[in-house]
């Protein structure tokens, strides 16, 4: 009985062995197995992926709408950064977009003129080996420049007829490419459209969004222009991008009627107001149509050489809410009180005259963005660039003043 034991326990020994060297060896096909029968990749068989860049470090100075592409070969590209040297300021970093299940990479938009760019880029090879690339580039300056102004600043409360407006010290001739760098996002969503639009007097071009109708009160409208080195035609490039976020106040609507003589003020729908007024003369007749408040001072000097009126005048004004770039108030005009104009007959020479209290109180409710609309008038109507004559044509009319329509 003896000698059967160590034959039990050598038995069991065999087991375990046997076992353990099972263990093992399923272990070892696991960590060696790509799932389909086959080996994984040697790290010592793998090639470095190789990562190009155009345009190189070595090349001349690239144009500031011109392209950057990085590609990779042997790899797949993990990150791409094109980013300014600090040393040019306002410069702009570099977006772009992948392509080719990441085995390639284009920018998406222009860059900053005259400025250093440094490119990082990283890619991965079948074994899982990261590659870096390093590279830099200059944009060549711009000869002339085009320059921008922003319509409303930022963080302002406007009216309700105020377009987002962009105005050019330059005409644009390559409207459609400033256009496509253009976006507007609001809250509640709001239906709107870009248009161009050239102010007959001064010449200024601009490019204004306004909504399909008047904004809603509470709107927050914010305005993203990737300007920066965009070429307005014959190589006059903006220099930078710009932004502003805004929000719209009271809803309020001046109707003018001049056959009436009466101004009505509303506010969000409600009546407030009725003033009498006495607007253009037959010889010098208001503008029909709709303008919108560029701005207000509590005094003007108006006199007739600065509206070419032959009617010699020469007056500081109280209480001038203005309202087109040609030279239309609404104000308080003291000097015609008691002589019976106010509510009866027009007899300024273009302007909306109120008495001076009337003035004043239309003055202190008045804001950039705020609306008036003008009826019965023997004069046209405003046009679209005299101020912000946007609401004069249909919006269907307005949308197909986009570059882009």
Partial sequence: MRSIRPIRHHLRLLAV?????????????????DGKGG???????????????????????????GSVKVDVAGGTLTKV???????????????GSWSDAKKSWRS?????????????????NAAGEVTTHRSAFRTRAAKVFNGVSVTPSNNKVVGAGQPVSIAF????????????????STSPKTEGSWGWTRDPLTGIERVDWR????????????????????DT?????????????????????AKADLKQHTMTVYEDGKKVD????????????????????????????????????????????????????????????????GKGYFGRVNMSHGCIGMSEADGKSFYDRATPGDIIEVTGSTRETVATGNGYGDWNLSYEEWKKLSALD
């Avoid at 998406?108 to 991965?124: D, F, I, Q």
């Avoid at 009498?276 to 005094?299: E, F, H, I, Q, R």
């Avoid at 010699?312 to 009180?337: F, M, Q």
Wanted: proline residues 8%; charged residues 15%; glycine residues 6%.
């Fill in 233 to 253: 035609g014959e190589g006059r490039y903006l220099r930078r991008d710009v932004s502003s976020t805004f929000t719209v106040g009271t809803l309020r609507v």
């Fill in 274 to 337: 009725t003033i009498p007024v006495s607007a253009g003369s037959t010889d010098y007749p208001t503008w029909n149509g709709t303008m919108v408040v560029l701005g207000k001072a509590p005094m003007v000097n108006m006199t007739s050489e600065s509206v070419n009126i032959a009617d010699p005048y020469n007056k500081d004004v109280p209480w001038a809410v203005h309202l087109t770039t040609s030279g239309t108030y609404a104000h308080a005009a003291p000097w015609n009180e």
């Fill in 81 to 95: 950064q094109v980013t300014p040297d600090p040393s040019s300021t306002d410069a702009v970093a570099v977006t």
């Fill in 211 to 230: 909504p399909k109708s008047y904004w809603a009160k509470g709107t927050k409208v914010t305005l993203r222009a990737k300007l920066s080195g965009v």
């Fill in 169 to 184: 010290d330059h005409p644009v001739k390559n409207k459609a490419a400033v256009e496509r760098q253009l976006s507007v």
């Fill in 39 to 65: 080996a994984s990749v040697d790290p010592a068989d793998a090639k470095p992926a190789r990562i190009t860049v155009t345009p190189g470090s070595d090349g001349p100075a690239v144009a500031p709408d």
């Fill in 108 to 124: 998406t938009r222009t860059m900053s003129p005259g400025a250093s760019y440094a490119v990082l880029a990283t890619a991965t």
């Fill in 17 to 33: 062995s046997s076992l353990a060297l099972a263990s093992l060896v399923a272990c070892q096909s696991s960590s060696g197995s």
